[in-house]
């Protein structure tokens, strides 16, 4: 099993990222994808899921408006577009499936919101 994320960088404040998260190794249509974030001495938050299917979606209230998740299971990947970024976006972002009591994580992938 192996959750890829890609994506992350250095960015200035106002500006945009995407990032993206291949996984293999599972049936990836059968899992709600999530993505986290945790940046230093704070705990992992939960930034945004999307069920199975993609027809659900939720956010943390932090995001709302500004990040967008989807999913194309024909490529086994999730996406993350993350627009008006603020420093307080800075974090490492987690990739995270989850399927009834099986839960997989990604290895993360560093953004950083600075001038």
């Known amino acids: 099993v192996q959750l890829v994320e890609s994506g992350g960088g250095l960015v200035q404040p106002g500006g945009s990222l995407r990032l993206s998260c291949a996984a293999s190794?599972?049936?990836?249509?059968?899992?709600?994808m999530s993505w986290y974030r945790q940046a230093p001495g704070k705990e992992r938050e939960l930034v945004a899921t999307?069920?199975?299917?993609?027809?659900?979606?939720n956010y943390a209230d932090s995001v709302k408006g500004r990040f967008t998740i989807s999913r194309d299971n024909a490529k086994n990947t999730v996406y993350l577009q993350m627009n008006s970024l603020k420093p307080e976006d800075t974090a490492v972002y987690y990739c995270?499936?989850?399927?009834?009591?099986?839960?997989?994580w990604g290895q993360g992938t560093q953004v950083t919101v600075s001038s």
């Open positions: 190794g599972f049936t990836f249509s059968r899992y709600v």
């Open positions: 995270n499936a989850q399927f009834r009591t099986l839960v997989y």
């Open positions: 999307i069920s199975n299917a993609g027809g659900y979606t």
